[in-house]
């Protein structure tokens, strides 16, 4: 078992987003990262099989695809293909966990 807290662990950063690996197994993989205001994870996708969840913590932005963007506030989660175009824009203060399985 492991305990993490993950507020305590993974401070924002004024310059570029912060990333903290929770947790990589053959099973899965869970990350957080935290966005300040106007930063972004740009779009993006992965050539292989699995899938992706992107769960909104605290704050507000936006979730990236290819050609659309959905507003994301706290509590929203997308749950996608990891191969389908994906990312994160952060319009207020944003933490975000992020699970892929299987891990890449």
């Known amino acids: 078992m492991k305990k993490l807290n993950i507020i305590d662990e993974n401070a924002f950063n004024d ?10 197994s053959p099973y899965f993989k869970i990350l957080n990262f935290n966005f300040r205001k106007g930063q972004e994870l740009p779009v993006h ?8 969840s992107i769960f909104v913590l605290e704050g507000e932005g936006e979730f990236l695809s290819k050609d659309k963007r959905i507003s994301a506030k706290r509590g929203d989660i997308l749950i996608s293909d990891i191969s389908e175009p994906h990312g994160i824009r952060a319009d207020k203060d944003m933490r975000v ?3 892929i399985a299987p891990p890449i």
């Open 15 to 24: 310059s570029h987003m912060t990333r903290l690996l929770v947790h990589d």
């Open 97 to 99: 966990l992020v699970t």
């Open 45 to 52: 996708s992965h050539d292989i099989e699995g899938q992706v």
